[in-house]
Nanobody
Framework: QVQLVESGGGLVQAGGSLRLSCAAS????????LGWFRQAPGKEREFVAT????????SYADSVKGRFTISRDNAKNTGFLQMNSLKPEDTAVYYC????????????????WGQGTQVTVSS
């Protein structure tokens, strides 16, 4: 079992930045790829970014490419999502997830989930 806890969400103006953290406990998190997903009201949960077990490989949704950066610190069992140049359309609950491969971009391919953290971007 892996327990994931997100933090770092909040309210920010358009153009601003936030850094989300995902603290993992339980089984060693470096055994898993980490992913970030988001869900806006009335919409399906969508892929944002993923990172491989080692941290050497990453993948991003086109909508965030160039603005968001995913990273991880396996020594601290923690993942991160740096979000820059935020837009109102980035408003959503952001979820951290752990799964088998960073190439997986569908939410149902991930085994463990955090409770989510709200990100609100005002215009």
């Amino acid at each position: 079992q892996v327990q994931l806890v997100e933090s770092g969400g909040g309210l920010v103006q358009a153009g601003g930045s936030l850094r989300l953290s995902c603290a993992a406990s339980g089984r060693i998190v470096r055994a898993y790829a980490l992913g970030w997903f988001r869900q806006a009201p009335g919409k399906e949960r969508e892929f944002v970014a993923t990172i491989s077990r080692s941290g050497r490989s990453t993948s991003y949704a086109d909508s965030v490419k160039g603005r968001f950066t995913i990273s991880r610190d396996n020594a601290k069992n923690t993942g991160f999502l740096q979000m820059n140049s935020l837009k109102p359309e980035d408003t959503a609950v952001y979820y951290c997830a752990a799964g088998a491969s960073y190439t997986n971009t569908y939410y149902y391919e991930y085994d463990y989930w955090g409770q989510g953290t709200q990100v609100t971007v005002s215009s």
